[in-house]
């Protein structure tokens, strides 16, 4: 008790508390709480009948089974395992009970995805009468008592930290806090990839720099940061450095664009068309269902495949008229794919980028009224299945 209380010491009072909140493998987490007996079994979430593993229970991982192994290859390989076609719609209904246990331990909650939130606890230690350690432990606690879901905190002073704290308790039972005098061991142990809001072209940047790890980011000072990585660098820096440069917003804005992107399994590459096209496909269905549950359209579809040896290549599309039709957009996939790939090369990933996003009210042609029509239509019957059936159950193909 003594141990806990000295590291609660570490939080200091004078900056924001701020929280993150990831569900624990979340889409096989709600497949265990809607039935019981999957708990404690290796168990997989996969995206379709055809489709990729996209979520792996601590038990599937010891076994062996790798993130984005293709269905019938899982199959082979591991056939004692189980494997469950996403119900993205169970899987929001569960992330609704989730966030609803945070509003009850503070207003100020922002919702990241379906599976992740932050929560600011600043002063929540008088309401309380509880150390902010105490705090994210109740919190964690309750959520599991009312929805089944296992979840990791991270707690710290700003939302990177707190991001870099989540990912740090999942290998440290469920909690990990990263306080003032925390962040320059904590930032000695991580590489300048692992740090949330990097990117790929910044990281590159950094290392060519001699930049390998996030202590040696923060120790650059303002003015060279912002002349190789903008404004933004510097923000993530102070945000480093444990300021809460940006605020925990529980009415965010709808996102300015949509990325679904992943690596072919860990470790492992493909020059197999097939499997490429699939993986591009289940992206395409994730961005997608993203897209149409913000309410938004896209004016701008981006490729991208990755090489073995890290290259990217990328291509995008611009389109007459916003959509959200993924029928419409793998037309310019189609387009895309045969201008990137290259027969013989190993690739480690693959992902889709749906830009120039509008939320209502966009023009429409006076020429188009039909199809847009059958595009709307479709797309009711496409979601009225997947409701039933589950998500995924219908995908685009090549």
Same mark, same amino acid.
């Given at each position: /008790? ?23 493998? !979340? ?39 790798? +993130?984005? /192994?293709?269905?019938? +290859?899982?199959?082979?390989? !591991?056939?004692?395992?189980?494997? =469950? &076609? ?11 009970? &989730? ?70 308790? *999942? ?20 590489? =300048?990839?692992?740090?949330?809001? #990097? ?12 930049? +390998?790890?996030?202590?040696? @980011? ?29 605020? &925990? ?28 096209? +699939? %993986?591009?496909?289940?992206? $395409? ?14 004016? =701008? ?8 040896? !890290? ?7 611009? /389109?007459? *008229?916003?959509?959200? @039709?993924?029928?419409?957009?793998? *037309? !310019?996939?189609?387009? /895309? ?7 013989? &090369? ?17 023009? $429409? ?20 299945? %997947?409701?039933?059936?589950? *998500?995924?159950? #219908?995908?685009?193909?090549?």
């Amino acid at each position: /008790m003594e141990k806990e209380k000295n590291i609660n010491d570490n939080i200091d009072m004078k900056r924001r508390v701020i929280a993150l909140v990831d569900c624990d493998s !979340f889409f096989v987490s709600c497949e265990q709480a809607d039935r019981p007996e999957l708990k404690n079994t290796p168990t997989c979430a996969v995206s379709g009948p055809n489709g990729c593993v996209v979520s792996r229970s601590r038990e599937a991982k010891e076994v062996g089974v790798r +993130m984005g /192994m293709p269905l019938f +290859m899982a199959k082979k390989e !591991f056939p004692d395992v189980n494997y =469950i &076609v996403c119900d993205h719609h169970k899987y929001h209904e569960y992330s609704k009970r &989730v966030m609803a246990c945070l509003n009850d331990y503070s207003p100020d909650v922002e919702i990241v995805s379906v599976d992740e939130a932050y929560i600011d606890l600043t002063g929540t230690e008088r309401l309380f009468k509880k150390d902010y350690v105490e705090i994210i432990k109740d919190i964690r606690k309750v959520i599991l008592e009312k929805t089944d879901i296992p979840v990791s905190i991270g707690l710290s002073h700003s939302k990177i930290l707190a991001k870099l704290a989540s990912d740090k308790a *999942k290998k440290t039972g469920g909690i990990f806090k990263i306080g003032v005098n925390d962040i320059q061991s904590v930032l000695k142990k991580t590489e =300048i990839d692992e740090v949330c809001g #990097i990117g790929r072209a910044n990281s590159l940047t950094l290392k060519r720099n001699g930049i +390998m790890l996030a202590s040696e @980011f923060i120790e650059k000072d303002d003015v060279w940061i912002k002349s190789k990585l903008g404004i933004n660098g510097v923000e993530l820096r102070h945000e480093l450095l444990g300021e809460c440069v940006s605020k &925990v917003n529980s009415k965010a804005e709808p996102p300015k664009s949509i990325q679904d992107t992943g690596v072919i399994g860990e470790g492992t590459f493909s020059d197999d068309i097939n499997i490429i096209k +699939m %993986e591009i496909s289940r992206h $395409l269905h994730s961005a997608c269902s993203r897209l149409r549950y913000h309410k938004g359209k896209c004016k =701008i579809i981006g490729l991208m495949l990755k090489t073995k040896d !890290f290259a990217i290549y990328y291509d995008k599309r611009i /389109m007459v *008229k916003p959509t959200d @039709f993924e029928l419409t957009l793998q *037309k !310019f996939i189609n387009e /895309m794919l045969p201008n990137l790939y290259r027969e013989g &090369v190993l690739y480690r990933g693959t992902g889709i980028v749906l830009d120039g996003l509008t939320y209502g009210g966009e023009q $429409l042609s006076l020429f188009s009224t039909e199809d847009d029509e059958k595009e709307k239509n479709l797309s009711q019957c496409i979601e009225n299945i %997947e409701k039933k059936f589950g *998500k995924n159950t #219908i995908r685009t193909g090549f």
